[in-house]
């Protein structure tokens, strides 16, 4: 898993999720802007991350395995049963 770039700082953080309550365009291909980077922060329960390019990765989130995305990197997150989880973002 990647991590952040040192020189980032969190700037904003999204409203947190329940396996009910993943917006739609988060499970299925999308993007972050040019220079923004994010970090799925899995409070409870487990998530499916999968990075779609430049090469296929499925990752396992969890409390102990955040996930960090890449700027301008297609992906999206599957939820795997009861979750909770919020996105810090960065530039």
């Known amino acids: 898993m990647k991590t952040l770039p040192a020189e980032v700082s969190?700037?904003?953080?999204?409203?947190?999720?329940?396996e009910d309550s993943?917006?739609?365009?988060?499970?299925k291909e999308h993007r972050t802007s040019?220079?923004?980077w994010g970090?799925?922060?899995v409070?409870?329960?487990?998530?499916?991350?999968r990075i779609l390019e430049?090469?296929?990765w499925d990752e396992e989130l969890s409390p102990q395995t955040p996930g960090i995305v890449e700027p301008?990197?297609?992906h999206e997150v599957?939820?795997?049963g009861k979750v909770r989880f919020y996105v810090e973002f960065y530039r």
């Open 34 to 36: 040019a220079g923004i």
């Open 78 to 80: 599957k939820a795997l």
């Open 54 to 56: 430049p090469e296929a």
């Open 10 to 18: 969190s700037f904003a953080q999204s409203p947190e999720f329940t």
């Open 39 to 41: 970090k799925i922060v």
């Open 22 to 27: 993943i917006p739609k365009n988060l499970k």
């Open 43 to 49: 409070l409870e329960g487990r998530l499916r991350y």
């Open 72 to 74: 301008e990197i297609a």
